[in-house]
């Protein structure tokens, strides 16, 4: 399609039509009270709605094609609709929340699974997923950590990164390639106390230094579109913030794809108190370098007026609706307007047998083993599993942002135990409900009477899929007084108890790993959960993901992260409460957080030896060569994520007491070992120096290598330029 010349044929409204982005049912011809209600509400006529360039929220390919012929039949040029959807952690087969992903520290996983969730979604008529979630997560208390890899720049940038090489494959020329959509630029992970929705406040050497790089990562990768996020960074609403937008993405990161706002946030300005009205937001958000308006029409609405006074020139449209139309070129909607959707092949891929068994591999390493005391794996040979606690038996595991995942498709614990453990007596009993509630009393007979006659007992605790994600921020991070009421009965009458813990954020769990002889956190699995657990309780499997996000002893330690500044006062043993004064402590706990961000055991140990560097100089030509012999001294396979981190010993600007810079996870049989070797460059040593350049700067460098951000092997070198 020759889109310069069809944009030289288009009016004005079908012009502005393309950067108007609304939901599935403005399209419904039958859905006329559903219409009324909201068209009234963004001021605009129900045929207009019919000259939006894209849509999202819609349900499947059949519906997906209605929708596709209504718009297309009211368009005077035809020209299709773009498709959009949260894709998030699967389509209709779901794998963990993305922060269980990023503890998988596997790009190749990712990469897999984001392939197979497009492929469902482009089955179902999806051509964008608003995917992957980039925010660098800090502080548990946001619900939205779910939706992130984690804590760490380095560790997201590369799994982004595989996000969108899973989605968007051979550059959208593959049947099943969909294009991805990068988010929330920029910072939204960081909103004051946690809550959802909250003012950013950051200097821009941290904005450019830590909470950047993720997205520029997408970028590098060949993202197709990035969305501003909802909250001020410095004051200003992301979505009309011209330092991100101009200066940043367009200017130094030149990045010429779609710039899509989130839900309604154009007009969120007004209430920001940025924008005086709908036509100011439309300004703003234009020449700031939005594109496409997602649930508001203040483009469709007020564009023409605003070029008239010369606020918004002619030139700005049509660069902005020339990317919307060189996406569904390039997607090839103009000669197969339906695409990849397909009512068969929905039939045929979703929750087939090959896409489980992968959710089931995600699910089962991004689980981490917190704490072991010789309980797990429970023998196979049991005769009598007592399955107990709020989630033994609830299917609501998939977690938020599941898209077309249903409770129903996915595998309890109860399950799961029960197929692999087809001899055994498995009895099961809930205990108390899973509820947020203060003043919830367990119910406590019959648990103990289980727990007490079981060989093994897998205590199901945790917190809801609906408790974490969008607007669902916390104040209080620990298990409910029931669920440990629960857990103190259980453990009381059967030492041979492991805690399977399902939740969406870092929990605080420090009451309960004083008691629990182990503790599993399996985050929000998906649909295979069930099975998952069961196969690494069991030891079918053998737990190998390690923490991407620090888990916190209490909700006062929030925001907390491994890779923090030094402090001109430093306690002398992180561990313990410290009792002389005047030193950055906190008087009633320790400072250390209860589990570290990389931190995760396995059934095996893992022994590192022989621990080099190939110099003690690095410099811009001769990049270091770091070695480390990792064996396994356990009986099982497994598999272990070594890691290298540096310090920079002395700068221009104060830099952290750490930095994740590499990890590889290699795969070893009983008693084999494996060299892994890294190789670190002066690139790799650069940061916003003083004068504000990228550069790395000359001088001592701690180099670290190590199963966890605290049990670490170290040695210096040199940075000579
Ligand atoms: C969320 C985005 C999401 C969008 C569309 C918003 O509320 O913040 O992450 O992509 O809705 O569903």
Redesign the pocket.
């Known amino acids: 399609m020759d889109i310069q010349k069809l944009l030289s044929e288009m009016t004005l409204q079908e012009k502005l039509g393309q950067l108007t982005q609304l939901n599935a049912i403005f399209f419904k011809h039958d859905n006329t009270a559903d219409i009324t209600g909201p068209t009234s509400r963004l001021g605009i006529e129900e045929s207009d709605a019919l000259y939006s360039g894209s849509t999202?929220?819609f349900i499947g390919a059949k519906d997906m094609k209605e929708i596709q012929d209504i718009a297309m039949a009211a368009q005077p040029h035809k020209i299709p609709l773009l498709f959009m959807q949260?894709v998030i952690h699967g389509y209709r087969t779901i794998y963990p929340i993305p922060l269980g992903m990023g503890c998988t520290f596997d790009e190749e996983l990712v990469e897999e699974c984001a392939r197979m969730a497009g492929k469902e979604a482009a089955v179902s008529g999806v051509h964008v997923t608003?995917s992957p979630?980039l925010d660098l997560v800090r502080d548990a208390r946001w619900g939205r950590v779910m939706?992130s890899t984690g804590e760490d720049p380095h560790l997201n940038g590369r799994l982004g990164a595989a996000f969108v090489r899973g989605y968007q494959g051979n550059h959208l020329q593959g049947k099943y390639d969909i294009a991805a959509c990068v988010?929330?630029f920029a910072a939204y992970g960081a909103p004051e106390a946690g809550r959802d929705y909250n003012a950013v406040e950051l200097s821009e050497h941290t904005l450019r230094e830590t909470y950047l790089p993720g997205y520029r990562a997408c970028i590098d990768a060949g993202v197709e579109m990035i969305?501003p996020s909802?909250n001020t960074v410095g004051g200003v609403p992301s979505t009309c913030n011209r330092l991100l937008l101009d200066r940043i993405l367009r200017g130094e990161w030149a990045f010429d794809g779609i710039v899509i706002s989130?839900?309604n946030a154009y007009r969120e300005m007004i209430r920001h108190g940025v924008a005086e009205n709908e036509k100011h937001a439309a300004e703003l958000a234009i020449n700031a370098g939005c594109d496409v308006e997602?649930m508001s029409a203040t483009t469709y609405l007020y564009a023409q007026e605003l070029l008239a006074e010369g606020k918004l020139t002619m030139a700005q449209i049509d660069r902005a609706v020339l990317r919307v139309l060189d996406l569904k070129n390039r997607l090839g909607l103009f000669e197969n307007p339906y695409r990849a959707a397909s009512e068969q092949e929905e039939a045929e891929l979703h929750l087939c047998p090959a896409h489980r068994a992968l959710v089931r591999r995600a699910a089962e390493e991004a689980s981490v083993l917190l704490k072991n005391e010789g309980v797990l794996p429970f023998s196979q040979k049991a005769k009598k599993v007592a399955v107990i606690g709020p989630f033994a038996k609830e299917k609501g595991i998939k977690g938020f942002w599941s898209c077309a995942g249903r409770d129903e498709d996915c595998v309890t614990v109860l399950s799961g135990v029960r197929a692999l453990l087809p001899d055994a007596e498995v009895a099961t009993v809930k205990g108390c409900s899973w509820a947020v509630d203060e003043t919830a009393v367990p119910d406590l007979d019959e648990a103990i009477e289980l727990a007490s006659e079981a060989d093994a007992v897998v205590l199901c605790l945790g917190e809801y899929q609906e408790h974490t994600g969008?607007g669902n921020s916390r104040a209080t991070l620990n298990l409910s007084p029931a669920q440990m009421a629960l857990a103190r009965a259980v453990i009381k009458h059967n030492k041979n108890t492991a805690a399977v813990i399902f939740g969406g954020r870092p929990l605080v769990l420090t009451d309960l790993a004083e008691i629990v002889p182990a503790m599993l956190y399996v985050w929000q699995p998906g649909t295979e959960g069930g099975n998952a657990v069961a196969r690494l309780l069991f030891g079918k499997a053998n737990p190998s993901g390690k923490l991407s996000m620090t888990f916190p002893r209490a909700v006062g330690q929030c925001p907390i992260y491994y890779s923090r500044m030094h402090t001109g006062r430093p306690v002398k043993d992180p561990k313990v409460v410290t009792q002389s004064g005047y030193c950055s402590r906190y008087l009633d706990m320790p400072v250390a957080p209860l589990y570290p961000f990389g931190y995760g055991l396995s059934y095996n140990t893992y022994t590192y030896d022989n621990f080099t560097v190939s110099d003690d100089k690095i410099t811009p030509d001769a990049p270091l060569e770091v070695a480390v012999t990792v064996k396994n001294e356990g009986a099982y396979e497994g598999k272990e994520i070594v890691q290298l981190y540096i310090r920079d010993k002395f700068a221009s600007v104060a830099r952290p007491v750490l930095e994740l810079k590499d990890f590889a996870k290699i795969e070893l049989a009983p008693g084999e070992s494996a060299a892994v070797i890294f190789t670190l460059t002066e690139e790799d040593l650069r940061f916003h120096t003083a004068d504000g350049t990228f550069a790395s700067e000359r001088g001592e460098f701690e180099i670290f290598v190590g199963p966890d951000s605290e049990r670490l092997m170290s040695t210096t070198v040199y940075l000579e330029k």
């Open positions: 999202l929220n949260d608003f979630m939706e988010k929330h969305m909802f989130d839900y997602m969008e």
